[in-house]
């Protein structure tokens, strides 16, 4: 058992999935998951361990933010030795090949948080996806007739800027998408060994102003949730 999540020693299984939604992960387990049990509930951060095809698989929420999905990944990685940790979240588009709903596979992450500059000591650090994972997630996407987009996408972290138009300088540069985790998950692999990748669901628009609701957000993408639970299950 760790600070932040009260799993017993193997309640967690090898491969998780982690939504930053806490009742994503609950609506994930209730409707992919044979016998899906429930091993922590603190702070209201739910995580769960169940069977799909056969194989197990944890799904954990990690709330929003670097600071946030930080504490997670690395008492999962340390404490309960995961071994592959697959992102499953929702981003803004701020490239118009990137439409609302589309299914977005993160290559790499910029970020403008100041984690890695800690880390670091000002050097910059590339976190990337890892190609085992991302090749799988990109052929089990296309087997079902999806077609995915893969490029960078940028972790922010601030939602509510200083400077609306603060976005277009990271679209010129080809950046598909922002969100708030995926540099985190990504520098954390690699510092201890582990496999991960980000699947993300375009929910909003910055190029056209559309947006989902919460709802929607929380059960709808079952896309992303169905590409990831087959990835995880391949990859075991």
Known sequence: MSIHIAAGNGEIADT???????????????NF???????????????????????????????MGIPSISIYLNELFRDYNVRR???????GAIRPEAKLRDLVIALSASTDSGAN????????????????????????ALKAGWQPLVGPIVSSDMFYTEDP???????????LAVEMETAELYTLAAKYGREA??????????????????EERQTTFTRMME???????STT
């Open 165 to 175: 138009e603060e976005w277009k300088l990271w679209a010129k540069w080809g950046v």
């Open 33 to 63: 998951l044979d016998a899906p049990c429930q091993y922590t509930a603190v702070r209201n951060m739910l995580g769960y361990t169940g069977m799909y095809k056969g194989k197990r698989v944890s799904i954990q929420g990690t709330g």
């Open 197 to 214: 990748l980000a699947l993300l669901t375009i929910s909003d628009s910055m190029v056209t102003g559309e947006t989902t609701s919460a």
């Open 16 to 30: 998780i999935l982690l939504p930053g939604d806490p009742l994503r992960a609950k609506f994930i387990a209730e």
């Open 117 to 140: 500059a800690i880390r670091f000591g000002g050097r910059n650090f590339a976190p990337t996806a890892t190609w085992r994972l991302l090749k799988t997630a990109w052929d089990t």
């Open 85 to 91: 940790a697959i992102r499953i979240g929702t981003a």
């Open 227 to 233: 590409v990831a639970l087959d990835t995880a299950v």
